[in-house]
């Protein structure tokens, strides 16, 4: 089941990436839709990274 839906994610990324590519060079509109939002996902993405490393807000980190 967990590989199931491992490989449903990895068919989700490759498409999105597909679309992004499609879209840059003049897909149609539902493809620049897409790529929109797998751009928009990764920044999301990238964004909660950076703040997983710096951990939580207010802490100095020499207790």
Do not use: F, H
């Not at 992004?20 to 839709?33: I, K, Q």
């Not at 939002?37 to 951990?55: F, P």
């Amino acid at each position: 089941m967990v590989a199931l839906v491992l490989v449903g994610i990895l068919v989700l990324a490759i498409g999105g990436c597909a679309c992004v590519l499609w879209a840059e060079r003049g897909g149609p509109p539902w493809a620049r839709t897409v790529a929109t939002v797998t751009l928009a996902a990764g920044a999301l993405l990238r964004r909660s990274a950076k703040q997983r490393r710096r951990g939580p807000r207010g802490s100095s980190g020499d207790d």
